[in-house]
C-alpha cells in the first residue's frame, strides 16, 4: 500500500514540479532554472542526509558498476526534458507521454534484464496496458 500511495505522491509532485520549472524558465532561462532546481535539490537531500543517515561520502566510489554514478547527470536531462516537453505540449498532455515512455522503458529493461535488474517475462497483459495508454493519449490529443 505504501508503494502506491508514494508512487501517487511521486506523480503528483513531478506534475506540480514540471509546472514550476516551466514558469520559471519563461521568467528566466533554460539553464538558470534547471540550475536552481538541481542546487535546491542538492541541498534539500544533503540537509537529509545530515539529519538521518550519515553514510560515509566515499562509499559513493564503492558503487558498481560506475556508470550508476550518472544518474545526477540524467536527472539535469530530465528536468530540462521535461520543461521543454511541458511548454511545448501543456502539463497534460507532456506528463501523459512522459508516463508512457516511463512506462515502455522500464518494461523493456525489466524484460531485457538491464541494468541489474532481474529479468522478467514476456506478458501480453503489460503490452495491452500500455496500447491502451497509447491509444489514451491519441484521444485526449483529439
Not at 12 to 18: C, D, F, I
Amino acid at each position: 500500500m505504501w508503494g502506491i500511495l508514494t508512487a501517487i505522491v511521486s506523480g503528483a509532485l513531478m506534475s506540480v514540479q514540471g509546472v514550476f520549472n516551466t514558469e520559471m524558465t519563461k521568467q528566466t532561462s533554460l539553464w538558470l532554472s534547471s540550475a536552481f532546481v538541481q542546487l535546491t535539490a542538492l541541498l534539500v537531500c544533503f540537509a537529509a542526509w545530515l539529519f538521518t543517515d550519515r553514510t560515509h561520502v566515499l562509499s559513493l566510489a564503492e558503487v558498481e558498476p560506475k556508470y550508476m554514478l550518472l544518474s545526477g547527470v540524467i536527472g539535469a536531462f530530465i528536468t530540462i526534458t521535461v520543461v521543454k516537453a511541458m511548454s511545448a505540449l501543456g502539463p497534460a498532455r507532456a506528463a501523459m507521454l512522459i508516463v508512457i515512455a516511463q512506462m515502455i522503458v522500464a518494461y523493456v529493461i525489466e524484460r531485457m534484464g538491464l541494468f541489474g535488474v532481474e529479468q522478467q517475462p514476456l506478458e501480453g497483459r503489460k503490452i495491452i496496458g500500455m496500447a491502451v495508454a497509447i491509444v489514451g493519449i491519441i484521444l485526449f490529443k483529439w
